[in-house]
């Protein structure tokens, strides 16, 4: 099987007083803004760190949900953050970093259990193997 997903982005202008839309086929962003100060400056507007933070915390809770089906354990809850680090090395910036943290409720097992279905599904869901290069750690606050 092979799924194909399109996303596009739009750009007017230069780097800092340029702005752009990112839209997915989907319609779930539509020419939503972007641009250097909602990337740099904190300024309303998402970037492309925050796009691949929600893209991993949602695969990596779904394949935990699917490891979870497989060992027989449906969870209560999991809520995961991906805090995605953006550095300047180098004399440019680079993603140096991401931190996954879930907050798991699921009952029938114990946390060290636990934990190693998570680290599995942290090496297997397809956005971690596309980040291979970049550390990602995960923190498990269980119960």
């Known amino acids: ?12 202008g230069g780097l800092k007083d340029g702005k752009g839309a990112i839209s997915t086929k989907s ?24 796009l691949i933070g929600a893209a991993h915390a949602g695969c990596f809770t779904m394949a935990l949900s699917l490891i979870l089906g497989e060992a027989g354990l449906t969870a209560e809850r999991l809520d995961t953050t991906a805090a995605v ?3 300047s090395v180098d004399g440019g ?17 114990d946390e060290a259990a636990f934990n190693d279905l998570a680290n599995k599904a942290k090496a ?15 923190e498990v606050s269980f119960g």
């Open 1 to 12: 099987m092979k799924i194909e997903r399109t996303a596009s982005a739009h750009w007017t």
């Open 93 to 109: 910036f680079a993603i140096t970093a991401i931190n996954l943290k879930l907050i798991a409720k699921v009952p029938g097992t």
């Open 27 to 50: 319609g779930a962003l539509n020419s939503y803004p972007y641009g250097f100060a909602s990337r740099f400056e904190g300024i309303a507007g998402t970037n492309p760190e925050e």
């Open 124 to 138: 297997g869901c397809p956005v971690s193997k596309a980040l291979a290069a970049v550390p990602i750690t995960l």
């Open 85 to 87: 680090t953006l550095e």
